[in-house]
């Protein structure tokens, strides 16, 4: 992706585990996206999700939410219903407003569905 978009100003790309980002100071991010990385930690019952999947999806939205800046969009894409995904956006430690939309549709097998999260205004 660097090469590729080497000739556009304001891109950094990096590399590392989503669910500790370190490297990456608080509020130090415009915009997140994930077309993958949540869908690949969900297994098992998406009415009562094993303990490691609350676990690793947590860590990642939690350590997600802490890079974001206050103004940040985390954009997510998925295939998965957005009544089992919701809860697995929301843990612990985050305030989001979340706005879901329909891609696909007529004549598309499957829907998919792009999650706009941003961080709720503090009150």
């Known amino acids: 992706m660097s090469k590729r978009h080497a000739n556009i100003e304001g891109i950094e790309w990096k590399q590392m585990d989503v669910r500790r980002m370190e490297n990456l100071s608080s509020e130090?991010?415009?915009v997140a996206f994930d077309k993958g990385t949540l869908d690949a930690m969900i297994h098992g019952s998406p009415w009562s999700?094993?303990?490691?999947?609350?676990?690793n999806t947590g860590q990642y939205i939690r350590e997600t939410f802490r890079v974001l800046?206050?103004?940040?969009?985390f954009?997510?894409?998925?295939?998965?219903?957005?009544?089992?995904v919701k809860p697995l956006?929301?843990?612990?430690?985050?305030?989001?407003?979340?706005?879901?939309?329909?891609?696909?549709?007529?004549?598309?097998?499957?829907?998919?569905?792009?999650?706009?999260?941003?961080k709720a205004a503090k009150t």
């Not at 800046?69 to 969009?73: L, R, Y």
């Not at 430690?93 to 706009?116: C, P």
């Open 89 to 118: 956006l929301s843990p612990e430690g985050t305030t989001w407003d979340i706005n879901v939309e329909v891609l696909g549709g007529s004549g598309s097998t499957f829907q998919y569905h792009a999650f706009t999260l941003k």
């Open 75 to 84: 954009l997510y894409v998925t295939y998965r219903q957005p009544h089992f």
């Open 69 to 73: 800046k206050s103004d940040g969009i």
């Open 28 to 30: 130090s991010i415009d």
């Open 49 to 55: 999700p094993p303990d490691d999947v609350l676990e």
